[in-house]
């Protein structure tokens, strides 16, 4: 057994956790890894086996830099968890292989998609799944929302109620476009959890519904098996180059029970360790697949109405110098 190696650490305590969990299980030697731009200043990186400096994934040594860390320190696997890490990830996907270092990630054509908000829109038109209109910037019905094409989080998010709430900003910025803007009087939001095996195929399907939401990330979520779910087996059973842990965004309205597609990303999400204290343990089955080279079955016996509510916690670094 080797180690595993997550990306941008920051406060993604939990996600480390539940590997380091599970690679206990099957190797008690195994070391989880973290990266990160500031190590000393991340949570994550505190309770990793060991965390290492590495520059911003912009900077052209990036890749070289997280190759030699991967050698040096025996590491098998990576686990991206950053939107912009995904794309030059996969570009050099063979760079890694080359030392039989195995990086879960979806193909580049999907990641492609997923990163650019109007084809994931196309994205869900071929999977029969309704979408919020687009509007022109000259022809629009309020209230609407505004968002980058290829935004993360909530950056640049804005919800427009009223024409004096719309600057020149929104209007000339050629990167932000004018959705439909879906009253959560009227939908419930969920992000689903989805895995997929190496071959694409779906393993598991969690619908989370969103509560409460803090910085673009679920704050107090629920576990629910109603209707998304034989959706979502329908329709996205194979999805070509899906591979690993994908979140799937849609809002459900409340009477009509209409589902709108919102975003795809081909990666862990903020709120997965919900799924997985639900039993939807995707740490252990990256494992089982691409280390021990296990084929896994389809998953359905997670806990359903599982509540989780969110606080803030301390990591303390005794003797740390700035």
């Keep these: 057994m080797s180690n595993i190696l997550i990306t941008s650490g ?10 380091k969990n599970e690679l206990t299980k099957v190797d008690p030697s195994g070391k989880v890894f973290v990266v990160d731009a500031l190590p000393s200043l991340s949570a994550a990186s505190q309770i990793s086996d060991k965390a290492f400096k590495i520059c911003e994934i912009e900077d052209p040594a990036y890749i070289d830099a997280l190759l030699k860390i991967c050698i040096e320190n025996n590491v098998s696997l990576i686990i991206p968890t950053l939107d912009t890490e995904l794309s030059v990830l996969a570009k050099n996907k063979k760079k890694f292989l080359k030392f039989k270092i195995q990086l ?21 038109n071929k999977l029969n799944i309704e979408v919020p209109k687009v509007y022109s910037k000259d022809n629009y019905k309020l209230p609407i929302f505004i ?9 640049e998010n804005y919800i427009v109620k009223s024409e004096d709430q719309i600057s020149k900003y929104h209007k000339n910025n050629n990167l932000l476009y004018f959705f439909e803007y879906l009253n ?15 071959s694409s195929i779906l393993k598991c399907v969690i619908p989370r ?35 690993g842990c994908i979140t799937v965004q849609l809002f459900l309205h409340k009477t009509n029970k209409n589902l709108m ?13 919900l799924s997985y204290l639900a039993g939807g343990n995707y740490p ?10 296990e084929e896994l079955n389809y998953y359905n016996d997670w806990e359903e109405n599982l509540l989780m509510l969110r606080y803030d916690n301390e990591v303390l670094v005794h003797s740390y110098e700035n």
């Design 209 to 243: 519904k969103r509560i409460e939401i803090r910085g673009g990330e679920v704050s107090k979520g629920v576990t629910k098996k109603n209707q998304i779910i034989p959706l979502i087996e329908s329709n996205f059973k194979h999805l070509k180059g899906a591979r």
């Design 10 to 19: 920051g406060r993604r305590v939990s996600l480390v956790k539940a590997f």
């Design 184 to 198: 959560h009087d009227d939908y419930d939001e969920y992000t689903c959890d989805l895995y997929y095996d190496k």
């Design 147 to 155: 968002k980058p094409i290829n935004g993360s989080g909530s950056d």
């Design 261 to 273: 597609g919102i975003e795809v990303n081909p990666r862990f999400g903020g709120g997965y360790p």
């Design 284 to 293: 252990k089955w990256l494992i089982q697949e691409y280390l021990l080279n």
């Design 104 to 124: 879960v990630l979806s193909s580049k054509k999907l990641i492609k998609k997923c990163n650019n908000k109007l084809l994931s829109q196309s994205l869900f």
